[in-house]
């Protein structure tokens, strides 16, 4: 089993001696459950998604994208969840096209948008549905959608 801490995050103030032994299991647990839509409108509604220090702990867990991490979910959808609440700091958050002389500038909201529209129980519904579709359209590509019958019953 790996060890859970990314190369690229700071842990010089933590001491080991505090981190609990079984905290690979903890975080990939908490980080599939974040697939979970209901999980996330309740976040939203009590206001955890506003926490700075909630937030940082989110940018935190994007380690779980690396291979050697990700291929330990089971619901690898909460990435895109994960990316989502706390969108990646690269460059590819800016993005500026020049067509026939015009100028578009599009650039991230930080995520906040999603966390705010999270607290709505309309736009809940309407994700866990989406996310319904997909794992039915994935299912019926992986699996099949079973024998049609071609004749009469007799």
Known sequence: MPD??????????????NLPPNRFELELEFVQSLASPAYLHYLATSGILNQKQFLDFLRYLRYWKQPQYAKYLSYPHCLYFLDLLVPPDDDDNDDTNTNN???TTTTSDSGETFRREMAQVQFRNFVHEQQFYSWQYRSARLYGGGEKQTGEHK
Do not use: G
Not at 4 to 17: E, G, I, L, M
């Open 4 to 17: 859970a801490a990314p190369a690229k995050v700071d842990t010089s103030d933590v001491k080991s001696d």
């Open 101 to 103: 002389n015009t100028v």
